[in-house]
């Protein structure tokens, strides 16, 4: 109902009458969950892929709809249209909710269905809040429950950021792939429990970082597989109560055909509806790529430390001061800004467990903060992963001097040298190299046991990485 000054149009509710600005697409259920859920700064227009899942989930429901007669032809194409502006970025404003709520995604289900069944009626040719044409209950929520729809949403969503995700995935892990190459011929001290162990290059350093990630890519697309099984026409516990017969075959075959993937149904609605076993796999699996970038963010703090008290062993690109009273300072800001990413992701990873936990009966209540951590960390992460190859990996340079003195004044070279020169010769020189301070080089060559050809033979790089023979004998 419009007012006649047109600044507002009035809606209803259970609840009673609300005045609605005219300029919004959203409606009354919208407003009483801006007015009650003043919680948090995440709000549902800061998270576009999640507000496309939401588009994809009520297009197909439209389509199917349409193809069991409860909505028209020009409803479907009202619908239809509607949800593809909001799939081009349009409209996203109109989301202004707070993604943490009670209710357990009702507001969210509400926003989505006021703001296409308004834009519907502009597109149909009326005014939003005309809802004799086309309503956001009976039609564009026609056949579905939040408990469905709202679901199947945050899993779309989800696994079209997982898509987005993956690809700045892999461009940090080839950029430590390219630094692995670039820095294969540099030989360095290994280091266990942060003591000397024995040489190795600092390219195996960064293969390894690469590795360790790389091995994350099917682990995670694993996970992101489960989130195209929903629960479609589950409607309200999983019982498909108020839908028709086919409506859940039919909805599950749209959403393949608007999203391009293979959605499945889950093999059990009932079960499903109330399980979030899915999210919870997938946030865990970004916990684990947060725990092992932690480990490399930490490894390139203590490799580039100093420069003169430290290891450095290698230099960090200087981006900014490092102090407001130290002159000179410049401090790893970039590792450290993704140490605080990967604690944020794993505070969220325990957020999501502990909602999961928390399902009750046939439905899962705290599935808002849920989806709220899991959008969260995908863009955190993918935020982190581009700050942290562009402004830190790509421009790291190794200092080989550096590096080289380590590795010639460590006693932990004798390791590499005792099957050449034997175990008493190694033990004497490591000895020696503890009470004076020489180094083991310095050593081997003042006692004469090898000749300085001989010991750079197996301390190159290419006899350091992998185990080799090496037709070598001691002098004495």
């Known amino acids: 109902m419009k007012n006649k000054n047109d600044d507002f149009r009035i809606e209803s509710d259970l609840i009673g009458e609300r005045r609605i600005p005219s300029d919004k697409l959203y409606g009354v259920q919208t407003l009483r969950g801006i007015e009650n859920f003043r919680i948090s700064n995440f709000k549902l227009s800061d998270y576009p892929l999640f507000i496309q899942g939401l588009a994809w989930t009520k297009e197909a429901a439209a389509i199917a709809n349409h193809r069991l007669g409860i909505i028209n032809d020009e409803q479907k194409r ?52 005309e809802f004799q044409y086309l309503s956001p209950n009976d039609h564009v929520n026609g056949e579905q429950s939040t408990n469905d729809a709202y679901p199947t949403a945050i899993h779309l969503g989800l696994y079209a950021s997982h898509l987005k995700f993956r690809a700045h995935f892999i461009e940090l892990i080839d950029a430590l792939k390219a630094k692995g190459k670039e820095f294969a011929h540099v030989l360095k001290m290994g280091r266990t429990q942060l003591q000397d162990a024995v040489p190795m290059t600092l ?41 028709e017969p086919q409506y859940a075959p039919y909805v599950i075959e749209a959403l393949c055909q608007v999203t391009g993937w293979k959605v499945k149904l889950a093999r059990d609605l009932v079960g499903a509806t109330s399980d979030t076993s899915s999210m919870i796999g997938y ?114 340079e190794a200092n080989e001097q550096v590096c080289s003195n380590y590795i010639k004044n460590s006693i932990g070279i004798v390791t590499a040298l005792n099957p050449i020169i034997g175990y008493k010769n190694s033990t004497k020189i490591a000895k020696e190299a503890m009470e004076t301070g020489k180094g083991v080089y310095e050593l081997v060559l003042e006692h004469d046991i090898l000749d300085e050809k001989d010991l750079n033979t197996i301390l190159s790089p290419e006899n350091m990485i992998c185990p080799v023979k090496l037709d070598i004998k001691p002098k004495h």
């Open 78 to 129: 009202g619908i239809v249209e509607a949800c593809h502006e909001l799939l081009e970025g349009k409209h996203h404003e109109h989301f202004p909710i707070d993604m943490i709520q009670g209710g357990a995604g009702t507001t969210t289900n509400m926003n989505a269905n006021e703001v296409i069944c308004n834009r519907a009626l502009q597109i149909m040719g009326h005014h939003p809040g």
């Open 203 to 243: 390219g195996q350093t960064f293969d390894g970082f690469a590795s360790i990630l790389e091995i994350e890519l099917d682990n995670l697309d694993h996970a992101s597989e489960e989130l195209l099984e929903v629960n479609m026409g589950a409607t309200a516990i999983g019982t498909g109560i108020c839908a």
């Open 283 to 396: 946030s865990s699996e970004l916990k684990r790529i947060a725990v092992k970038m932690n480990k490399i963010c930490n490894d390139l703090r203590l490799l580039s430390s100093g420069p003169r008290a430290g290891l450095n062993e290698i230099n960090l690109p200087a981006m900014q001061p490092g102090s407001s009273i130290m002159p000179g300072k410049v401090n790893p800001v970039i590792p450290e800004v993704m140490n605080q990413i990967c604690y944020k992701v794993i505070g969220n990873d325990l957020t999501v467990t502990m909602a999961g936990d928390a399902a009750q009966m046939e439905l899962n209540a705290m599935e808002p903060v849920m989806a709220q951590c899991c959008f969260e960390s995908l863009d955190l992460m993918a935020n982190g992963f581009d700050t942290l190859r562009t402004l830190c990996i790509e421009g790291i």
